[in-house]
Structure formats: structure tokens, C-alpha cells
Nanobody
């Protein structure tokens, strides 16, 4: 079983940057695709970005393209989400997740493991 722990959230002004990290407990993390999702108050959890286990394929939701960058370091069992040009509408709890799948990575149902989430608040 893979345990995931997010960190790096916080309060930032609009236009600022944050880097989220997702530390995995197992070396087998390198066998999993990793995704980032977010949930704002009163809204459903939504897909943000995903990266396959090799890093060969990367996906973003349209609203973060050009601003967010997903990456991973399998040697460190850690994934990252670099968030630049943050907007107030990016405010949410951000979750990382791991999936054994290679497709449909925008769907939360394909992820087997989830972190506890980290709060990102962007002030306007």
C-alpha cells in the first residue's frame, strides 16, 4: 500500500507561486501514475494534472495550462506541482493520488491511493 503525504501549501497573494510536494512511502511509487486534484469549498473535487510513471505523458486541466507544472523524481519517491501566476480561483485543498493505470488519469476513480490534502489559499 502506498501512503502519500502532501506539503507546501499555504497562503499566497495573487500572482505568486507555490510548490507542492507529494512524498510516497514506497519505492513502488515509481510504478504508479501520479495525479493532482483539488477541491474548493462547496465544489466537487476536480482534476488538475497528471503524469505517467515514466514522466513520458503529462496532462493538465485547461485552467492551469501554462501556469502549473507537474513533475516527479522517482529516485526520491516524490512528486511535485509547481504553481505559478496563482489566482484566487486556485484556492482549494490540493490532493495528490497514485494510480496503476496509464489512461483516464483525469478521472479520480482510477486512483487507488490518496494523500490527506494541503490547503492552498490565494488572496486577491
Amino acid at each position: 500500500q502506498v501512503q502519500l503525504v502532501e506539503s507546501g501549501g499555504g497562503l499566497v497573494q495573487a500572482g505568486g507561486s507555490l510548490r507542492l510536494s507529494c512524498a510516497a512511502s514506497e519505492r513502488t511509487f515509481s510504478n504508479y501514475a501520479m495525479g493532482w486534484f483539488r477541491q474548493a469549498p462547496g465544489k466537487e473535487r476536480e482534476f488538475v494534472a497528471a503524469i505517467t510513471w515514466t514522466g513520458g505523458s503529462i496532462y493538465y486541466t485547461d485552467s492551469v495550462k501554462g501556469r502549473f507544472t507537474i513533475s516527479r523524481d522517482n529516485a526520491k519517491n516524490t512528486g511535485y506541482l509547481q504553481m505559478n501566476s496563482l489566482k484566487a480561483e486556485d484556492t482549494a485543498v490540493y490532493y495528490c493520488a497514485a494510480s496503476p493505470r496509464r489512461t483516464r488519469l483525469h478521472q479520480s476513480s482510477v486512483y487507488d491511493y490518496w494523500g490527506q490534502g494541503t490547503q492552498v489559499t490565494v488572496s486577491s
